[in-house]
């Protein structure tokens, strides 16, 4: 073999060696960030679910309390007739004129893409919602209303709440929706638990 | 038993036909070791100190008077080499000098310098830590002529006192009268040039020559002998160094330096590559383990993880303090509150966004801070563009955020 080919040779086998060497060393370099990464992904899931099984009691204690006191109703119309009427007759008992009211569909969440989502969780409640405009309303008035809408018990929640002063005697435009929490049917929904 | 130490130093040095290694401590008389081919021989691998005698034919030995100052010999002496057309090198390692005899002045100087003679080593394995003349390895009659084979060649090594300072070999390959007639040749040129004294002696350590003729021939009585063991030399006696073995040293240093590159960047890479091995089966065996564990605690988890997203499904119905009002009481928390005029609030159980006026912007940037470090808010991470200031210096501010979608 010629020194010429010996060199070639030696460059080659090099070259060969460093590309395997790099090759392999960042192969085994990402393999291992990667078991890394998914270590301490468990390890922050495990600490949640450790936290959620420590804290156990008290969720299934306030998970007994929703299903003892969501209130039930037959259909979606009936849960929307009561909402719109109790709403509407706590504004009078306020004072207020409620200028648009609006049913809402029950509506699937939305992606980042604007379509619907197709893997969303399921609801453990059905849902009926209103929304409700008013036009410069006394703030006091407002959250008067809104005090006596709310009791834990009623399962009837504010779920979008927009508020724009009209600059003059403190009154304000809002936009409210309200949200009805309930059970269609007389039995609990069936949920992933049981 | 005691065990016999052996000897550190090795000498290699000319025999009368063949290379011959003998081994000794520096200083003393030396046992004779193996012995080589007449082209050389090597050194043992166990010695730690290895002197290489080389023969007469690799060196120029020549004395000669110079006149100054002591410092100034070494000068003197390459102009002298100079002069008599000896190419050699300047340094240390190339031309010994020293002095022999001073008097008025003046110096009898031995001057050594190596000739650009291929080194007769046989294995270059084990190179020599030092490099002598031959002849400075025995003890010479002092005064007197002293006639040796070396390597099958007639070498004639005169003293002046104790010291060498003419050493050659002859050019006739047996002492005859042409090798006689040359060494008063050579008396003869070192008489004239007043370098040689009177001599007392003519030692002959061969069993060649017919004494009468010698004794007519040089007018001296020749005394026959064995060649006596070699001395060991001192340590440091020596600095000469012939060039192909300090370049043999180089090239072996220089593979030796490749060779320890080679291992550390071997050694090295096979750290690195057990220490990501063992890295890697640690977490691998790691994550086996947590897997397993999540595996076990999953049916309890998900069962609470239900609950927990029930809950929070109810929160603006059930939990006050998931409230609209509670989230704008926590906007108005901030002392710098007082000031702002809001003009546009909404709220979701998911996000919130706020647009308000401030008097100045100093106000309006204190504000958005303390709502941006609110702990009540912060599951809102509220953010937002610097405030506008306006032409009267009031600003307006906005807020906005989400729920991160990890929190429900």
Same mark, same amino acid.
């Given at each position: 073999?010629?020194?010429?080919?010996?060199?070639?040779?030696?460059?080659?086998?090099?070259?060969?060696?460093?590309?395997?060497?790099?090759?392999?060393?960042?192969?085994?370099?990402?393999?291992?960030?990667?078991?890394?990464?998914?270590?301490?992904?468990?390890?922050?899931?495990?600490?949640?679910?450790?936290?959620?099984?420590?804290?156990?009691?008290?969720?299934?204690?306030?998970?007994?309390?929703?299903?003892?006191?969501?209130?039930?109703? %037959?259909?979606?119309?009936?849960?929307?007739?009561?909402?719109?009427?109790?709403?509407?007759?706590?504004?009078? %008992?306020?004072?207020?004129?409620?200028?648009?009211?609006?049913?809402?569909?029950?509506?699937?969440?939305?992606?980042?893409?604007?379509?619907?989502?197709?893997?969303?969780?399921?609801?453990?409640?059905?849902?009926?919602?209103?929304?409700?405009?008013?036009?410069?309303?006394?703030?006091?008035?407002?959250?008067?209303?809104?005090?006596?809408?709310?009791?834990?018990?009623?399962?009837?929640?504010? %779920?979008?709440?927009?508020?724009?002063?009209?600059?003059?005697?403190? %009154?304000?435009?809002?936009?409210?929706?309200?949200?009805?929490?309930?059970?269609?049917?007389?039995?609990?929904?069936?949920?992933?638990?049981? | 038993?005691?065990?016999?130490?052996?000897?550190?130093?090795?000498?290699?040095?000319?025999?009368?036909?063949?290379?011959?290694?003998?081994?000794?401590?520096?200083?003393?008389?030396?046992?004779?070791?193996?012995?080589?081919?007449?082209?050389?021989?090597?050194?043992?691998?166990?010695?730690?100190?290895?002197?290489?005698?080389?023969?007469?034919?690799?060196?120029?030995?020549?004395?000669?008077?110079?006149?100054?100052?002591?410092?100034?010999?070494?000068?003197? +002496?390459?102009?002298?080499?100079?002069?008599?057309?000896?190419?050699?090198?300047?340094?240390?390692?190339?031309?010994?000098?020293?002095?022999?005899?001073?008097?008025?002045?003046?110096?009898?100087?031995?001057?050594?310098?190596?000739?650009?003679?291929?080194?007769?080593?046989?294995?270059?394995?084990?190179?020599?830590?030092?490099?002598?003349?031959?002849?400075?390895?025995?003890? $010479?009659?002092?005064?007197?002529?002293?006639?040796?084979?070396?390597?099958?060649?007639?070498?004639?090594?005169?003293?002046?006192?104790?010291?060498?300072?003419?050493?050659?070999?002859?050019?006739?390959?047996?002492?005859?009268?042409?090798?006689?007639?040359?060494?008063?040749?050579?008396?003869?040129?070192?008489?004239?040039?007043?370098?040689?004294?009177?001599?007392?002696?003519?030692?002959?350590?061969?069993?060649?020559?017919?004494?009468?003729?010698?004794?007519? +021939?040089?007018? $001296?009585?020749?005394?026959?002998?064995?060649?006596?063991?070699?001395?060991?030399?001192?340590?440091?006696?020596?600095?000469?160094?012939?060039?192909?073995?300090?370049?043999?040293?180089?090239?072996?240093?220089?593979?030796?330096?490749?060779?320890?590159?080679?291992?550390?960047?071997?050694?090295?890479? +096979?750290?690195?590559?057990?220490?990501?091995?063992?890295?890697?089966?640690?977490?691998?065996?790691?994550?086996? @383990?947590?897997?397993?564990?999540?595996?076990?605690?999953?049916?309890?988890?998900?069962?609470?993880?239900?609950?927990?997203? +029930?809950?929070?499904?109810?929160?603006?119905?059930?939990?006050?303090?998931?409230?609209?009002?509670?989230?704008?009481?926590?906007?108005?928390?901030?002392?710098?509150?007082?000031?702002?005029?809001?003009?546009?609030?909404?709220?979701?159980?998911?996000? @919130?966004?706020?647009?308000?006026?401030?008097?100045?912007?100093?106000?309006?940037?204190?504000?958005?801070?303390?709502?941006?470090?609110?702990?009540?808010?912060?599951?809102?991470?509220?953010?937002?563009?610097?405030?506008?200031?306006?032409?009267?210096?009031?600003?307006?501010?906005?807020?906005?955020?989400?729920?991160?979608?990890?929190?429900?």
């Amino acid at each position: 073999m010629k020194k010429s080919e010996k060199v070639l040779l030696g460059v080659f086998a090099a070259l060969f060696f460093g590309i395997a060497l790099i090759g392999g060393g960042a192969f085994a370099l990402r393999h291992y960030l990667e078991v890394r990464d998914e270590v301490d992904l468990l390890r922050d899931r495990l600490a949640s679910m450790n936290l959620a099984v420590a804290q156990g009691a008290d969720w299934a204690a306030r998970s007994v309390w929703l299903e003892e006191n969501a209130p039930r109703f %037959t259909s979606n119309k009936d849960a929307s007739a009561k909402l719109l009427e109790r709403v509407s007759n706590l504004a009078q %008992t306020h004072g207020l004129m409620i200028g648009t009211t609006e049913l809402l569909e029950p509506a699937r969440g939305v992606g980042a893409d604007g379509l619907p989502l197709e893997d969303e969780e399921e609801s453990h409640f059905d849902k009926a919602a209103i929304r409700t405009i008013l036009t410069g309303v006394s703030e006091q008035a407002l959250f008067a209303w809104l005090h006596d809408l709310q009791k834990p018990q009623s399962f009837l929640g504010v %779920t979008r709440l927009q508020i724009n002063p009209t600059g003059s005697d403190k %009154t304000v435009n809002v936009e409210v929706e309200f949200t009805q929490f309930y059970y269609e049917k007389a039995v609990p929904k069936v949920t992933k638990a049981n | 038993m005691a065990r016999t130490r052996k000897p550190s130093s090795e000498l290699l040095l000319p025999g009368a036909t063949v290379w011959q290694g003998w081994t000794g401590a520096a200083g003393s008389s030396c046992q004779p070791g193996g012995e080589f081919t007449a082209s050389g021989g090597s050194f043992s691998r166990e010695s730690q100190r290895r002197v290489l005698a080389l023969p007469a034919t690799h060196f120029w030995v020549l004395p000669a008077w110079f006149k100054g100052e002591p410092e100034h010999l070494r000068s003197m +002496a390459l102009l002298h080499l100079e002069r008599m057309g000896v190419k050699t090198g300047d340094d240390e390692t190339c031309v010994q000098v020293q002095s022999v005899a001073s008097k008025d002045g003046a110096h009898l100087t031995r001057v050594i310098a190596l000739k650009d003679e291929p080194v007769p080593m046989s294995d270059n394995t084990r190179l020599p830590d030092e490099v002598t003349h031959h002849a400075l390895c025995y003890p $010479l009659v002092q005064n007197g002529i002293t006639i040796f084979r070396e390597l099958g060649r007639l070498v004639v090594a005169i003293t002046s006192g104790p010291q060498l300072v003419y050493c050659t070999p002859l050019s006739s390959l047996r002492l005859d009268e042409n090798a006689l007639t040359e060494l008063n040749n050579i008396c003869l040129q070192l008489g004239f040039q007043g370098v040689l004294g009177r001599l007392e002696s003519l030692v002959l350590w061969t069993d060649e020559g017919d004494i009468d003729k010698i004794r007519r +021939a040089t007018g $001296l009585t020749p005394y026959r002998c064995e060649m006596p063991s070699p001395t060991m030399p001192e340590r440091g006696s020596s600095l000469l160094m012939p060039e192909d073995l300090i370049l043999e040293r180089q090239r072996q240093a220089g593979h030796a330096r490749t060779r320890f590159f080679a291992l550390t960047a071997g050694a090295v890479l +096979a750290a690195v590559v057990t220490l990501i091995a063992t890295l890697t089966a640690l977490a691998l065996q790691e994550r086996n @383990m947590l897997r397993e564990k999540v595996a076990g605690i999953m049916p309890r988890a998900s069962r609470v993880m239900d609950h927990k997203r +029930a809950w929070f499904e109810a929160a603006p119905a059930v939990d006050p303090s998931m409230w609209p009002q509670q989230v704008l009481l926590d906007c108005m928390e901030p002392e710098s509150s007082k000031e702002a005029s809001i003009t546009h609030w909404e709220w979701t159980p998911d996000q @919130m966004s706020l647009i308000g006026r401030m008097p100045s912007a100093s106000l309006a940037l204190e504000y958005t801070q303390a709502l941006k470090t609110s702990e009540a808010l912060a599951r809102f991470e509220l953010d937002g563009p610097p405030p506008v200031i306006a032409s009267d210096q009031s600003a307006t501010f906005e807020m906005k955020g989400g729920l991160a979608r990890e929190e429900e």
